[in-house]
Every structure is written in C-alpha cells, then in structure tokens.
C-alpha cells in the first residue's frame, strides 16, 4: 500500500517537480495546492494525505497557518515543513504548530524519501540522526530509561521551545548565562544532538514537550 503524500508550495514548478519525483519513489501524491487556502478548497475525505508537506512562507495563509488548520481539522495526518528557511525562530514555529520534522527543500531525493518513511512509521524525523551517529544512538536508546534529567534540565527544555532567546531563557529561569549554557551542553550529550532544533524534537520525541 503506497504512503499517501499531500503538498503545500507557492512555487508551482517546484511543487509539480516534488510531485513527479514523489511518484518515482513510490508515493501517491493525492493533493497539491499554492497556499492554506487552496488546500481547504481541495482536500476532500478522498485526498486526505498520510503525510502533508508544507512549505512556510505562502501568500494568503502561509506555513504556520496551514499547519495549525491541519492539526484541528485532520489530526492523524503526519505535518513535515519543507522550506529555505533555516532560521531558528521559524523553525520553532512549524514544530510547536504540529510538524513532526522540519526539512530544507536542498535534501537529496533518497534523504527525502527516508524521512518520509521514518515520519510515516515512526511519526517523528529528526536531521540530526544519520548514519554517523546511529550506533551511538541504539546505544543511547538501550540506555534510555537509565539517564536522568533534572528538573532544571527539562524546565530549560520546554523554554526552548518557545520564542524566547537562551539569554531570555535565563532571565525566565532566573539563572546566570553560565548555567543556561551549562543546562544546554547537557541536554545536547544526553539526546545525541547538536542544535536547539535537534534538541526541541528529540524532547518532543521522549514525551518531555507537549505541545
């Protein structure tokens, strides 16, 4: 049974050219609109995706909008943000909207279609995990219920969450920039990550975020 693939891009030649590459890899592509809006004219019982790729940055109701309406309206259909937009904040924004991994849209084809399966099966895709890393990983996993946080550590984890900068964050907690660097090179050895990006989804991924 093919995964059901929906998508959302102003961009109508890249959005016909992910589309066609889709269907090469295996996927059904059963929806495809310009923008928020369009997808609310288009999506019938018969076109709901498994999974919806949303673009962020859309004229009439953009990624963040979209997303929001999908998680209301369609809940079991699984959002993943496929933008140019690296920044920070506008990541945040997709994840606390419902997206379950935030891809750029300069991933290769094969990295694409193994996000796809892993937020299909696994409802969650993460960048920061690949092949490098993934026998540290299995091991970390294994080890999973053994590592602790602390109360400081997960406080500080769902403040990442947010809009807030780390220094805001500081200033939140009531506690030195030393401490908020300390609390964040802690949690990155404890979930395998590298970045607040990595680290927001991981936390999402262990149930220490509800968003």
């Not at 589309?19 to 495809?32: A, K, N, T």
């Not at 909207?97 to 399966?117: E, H, T």
């Not at 090179?185 to 927001?200: A, D, H, P, Q």
Request: overall charge neutral; glycine content about 6%; proline content about 2%.
């Amino acid at each position: 049974m093919k995964i059901r693939v929906g998508l959302v891009d102003d961009h109508q030649l890249f959005r016909k050219s992910v589309s066609l590459m889709l269907r090469s890899l295996g996927y059904e592509v059963v929806v495809d609109a310009g923008h928020g809006k369009e997808l609310q004219e288009k999506l019938t019982p018969t076109t709901v995706p498994d999974i919806m790729l949303i673009d962020v940055e859309m004229p009439v109701m953009n990624g963040v909008e979209t997303a929001r309406w999908l998680k209301q309206t369609h809940p079991t259909v699984r959002l993943v943000a496929l933008s140019m937009n690296d920044k920070e904040h506008v990541i945040m924004g997709m994840i606390r909207v419902g997206c379950c991994s935030y891809l750029l849209k300069d991933i290769a084809p094969d990295v694409l279609d193994y996000a796809l399966r892993e937020v299909y099966y696994k409802n969650y895709y993460n960048s920061e995990i690949n092949d490098s890393n993934l026998g540290k990983l299995v091991i970390e996993n294994q080890n999973e219920f053994a590592t602790t946080y602390t109360d400081k550590e997960l406080e500080f984890l769902n403040l990442a969450c947010t809009d807030l900068t780390y220094k805001q964050i500081g200033t939140k907690m009531k506690v030195s920039e030393r401490t908020v660097d300390g609390l964040r090179e802690s949690l990155f050895s404890k979930l395998n990550v590298v970045s607040r990006t990595g680290m927001v989804m991981e936390g999402m991924r262990k149930g220490f975020i509800k968003l």
